[in-house]
């Protein structure tokens, strides 16, 4: 593994050290991190990494107000870092409020302290990092190019980009993670780290929890984009069925979360999630133990409504 990240001159608390309590004392740790703003709780830190599977980006770890370098956290990755934190940075003026919603819940003491790993996407390749990769070579060549052509256009693009989901996720796993270990008092096992996201980012959840459950060990999807484009089809919410069938099993999962809303781009998810859910139990999920899938009815595709339910499934992944 390769990993360069530029170093930035630390701010506030990290004025004189590289990185926070926490980190391995024998070792140099990896990176420095910048603090951000953009946050109404807890502390936002910022480094630059140069990836060897994935475009450059930064990467965000949040810590709650709480964090003192002394005691363990549970980690937390969440994909659409753009959206999470800072409304008045986000394209539509929306945000999932991590901040504040952690920390309230940490302060009712409802989950185990938890950071969280803020994983950007790629602007116009977004889709295409976000597709699960398995499930997309299964499908029909010329139904694929017409789905992939439509999805560039929605994002304003001319070019259709590759499926390269696989390297995304040895982006969090091989280049992400090991920074996150190395540099915060975090748990390593499954069963305190969590994989997060919404529409297609719940479709990542759900692949990243099939490809890595030695690493992940719940997978928290919210508003699943099961039709994978912009239209319902049937082609394919079938190969992520089949996907389903075989790699999300009790056997290997620790847990997983699905919902869906009822308005705009979520009215279209119910009759998928509701196979999914049949695939679920014929694999031996027990609703409300290892599984659950949640319906909100009025809620739509949007950052507001998300905000408003995240309680739910972060209590499920790590309530107390």
């Not at 608390?13 to 603090?35: I, R």
């Not at 029909?140 to 994002?155: C, H, L, P, W």
């Not at 031996?284 to 950052?303: I, M, Q, R, S, Y």
């Amino acid at each position: 593994m390769r990993v360069l990240v530029l170093l930035i001159s630390s701010l506030l608390l990290w004025s004189c050290v590289q990185a926070p309590a926490g980190g391995n004392a024998e070792n140099e740790p990896l990176v420095s991190f910048d603090t951000v703003s953009g946050v109404s709780s807890g502390t936002l830190l910022r480094a630059q990494i140069e990836s060897e599977f994935i475009s450059d980006r930064p990467i965000d770890i949040w810590l709650p107000s709480t964090y003192d370098g002394k005691r363990k956290h549970a980690v937390l990755c969440m994909y659409d870092a753009q959206m999470l934190f800072d409304g008045n940075s986000t394209w539509n003026g929306q945000e999932w409020r991590v901040d504040e919603i952690i920390d309230s819940l940490l302060g009712k003491k409802a989950i185990i302290p938890t950071v969280v790993v803020a994983l950007y996407n790629g602007g116009q390749k977004r889709n295409f990092e976000y597709f699960p990769q398995k499930p997309a070579e299964k499908l029909q060549g010329t139904f694929s190019d017409s789905v992939m052509n439509e999805i560039a256009k929605r994002y304003g693009s001319d070019t259709i980009f590759s499926v390269n989901s696989d390297a995304y996720l040895k982006y969090v796993t091989n280049e992400v993670l090991p920074i996150v270990w190395e540099n915060f008092k975090v748990y390593k096992e499954p069963s305190v780290t969590a994989i997060m996201g919404s529409s297609m980012g719940g479709l990542m959840s759900m692949y990243a929890i099939g490809e890595y459950p030695n690493i992940f060990g719940s997978a928290l999807c919210m508003s699943t984009h099961w039709p994978g484009g912009f239209a319902p089809n049937m082609e394919i919410p079938a190969v992520f069925n089949a996907y389903v069938k075989q790699n999300i099993i009790p056997e290997d999962v620790g847990k997983i979360y699905f919902d869906y809303g009822t308005e705009t781009l979520d009215a279209m998810y119910e009759p998928f999630q509701n196979k999914v859910n049949l695939v679920l139990e014929e694999n031996g999920f027990v609703l409300g133990e290892n599984w659950t899938t949640e319906k909100f009815p009025g809620a739509a595709h949007d950052e507001k409504s998300w905000a408003e339910r995240l309680h739910i499934p972060l209590i499920f992944a790590f309530g107390k």
